[in-house]
């Protein structure tokens, strides 16, 4: 699964490496985002990139009880197109979720190590995501979540699933507003090639999704 997160780039670097032509509303760098927070997520419309905010747990425009989103912050690649949950999502709701790096906790005996995982070959990535929007008289919700698969060699030995990263040539498609077959979505994502990894471990202080701020990844030792 994928349970937390980080985006520490400055707006200009995101802008610019997206092709977002729009300033970001109230951005600032964060160093622990976990589930229920906002997001910063990139759609197509057709014509432009357009950058914003979701909450990261996916509520479907059809529940009847918006907390059926704390359990849908990840959704399987693999059963995706055929779950009603996510199929006309995978169709026509597919949105960039934007990091530059993720959390794991790996079994270490007794207790879990936090590990800060990130690209080796560059800095900012996206995560495949979906989005819905959720409406219950005057209450209005914009959501998001996840896309996660089988563990790659290099996650293999820390999780049993990771999120999918999407290689920058393939974002385009993964949003093309035109791309409307949910099985052919789910077979792209499954064949995307594996991204080069690193991990490196940090504090427990992660643990508390409360917790914020550049302590979150400090005191890391290469574990790769």
Not at 16 to 29: A, K, N, S, V
Not at 91 to 107: G, M, P, T
Not at 176 to 192: C, I, S, T, Y
Request: aromatic share 10%.
């Amino acid at each position: 699964m994928c349970g937390r997160f980080t985006l520490l780039a400055e707006e200009l670097e995101i802008l610019e490496r997206f092709g977002i032509d729009h300033r970001l509303d109230d951005y600032h760098p964060r160093y622990n985002i976990a589930p229920s927070q906002d997001v910063l997520c990139i759609v197509n419309d057709g014509k432009r990139n357009k950058a914003g905010y979701l909450r990261w747990g996916l509520v479907p425009f059809w529940s009847k009880d918006p907390s059926i989103g704390y359990k849908m912050i990840n959704a399987r690649a693999e059963t995706a197109s055929s779950k009603p949950s996510f199929k006309h999502l995978l169709a026509r709701k597919r949105c960039l979720i934007v990091a530059d790096s993720f959390y794991e906790w790996k079994q270490t005996g007794k207790k879990k190590q936090p590990l800060r995982i990130s690209l080796n070959n560059r800095r900012l990535f996206a995560f495949a995501g979906l989005w819905d929007r959720w409406k219950k008289g005057d209450q209005e919700l914009v959501t998001c979540t996840i896309l996660t698969k089988a563990p790659n060699d290099f996650m293999k030995n820390i999780h049993d699933r990771m999120p999918v990263i999407l290689p920058q040539d393939d974002e385009d498609r993964w949003i093309d507003p035109q791309q409307r077959d949910p099985d052919e979505m789910r077979d792209f994502l499954l064949g995307l090639p594996d991204e080069d990894l690193t991990a490196d471990e940090v504090s427990t202080f992660v643990n508390n999704p409360k917790n914020e701020g550049p302590r979150c990844i400090e005191g890391i030792t290469s574990t790769d």
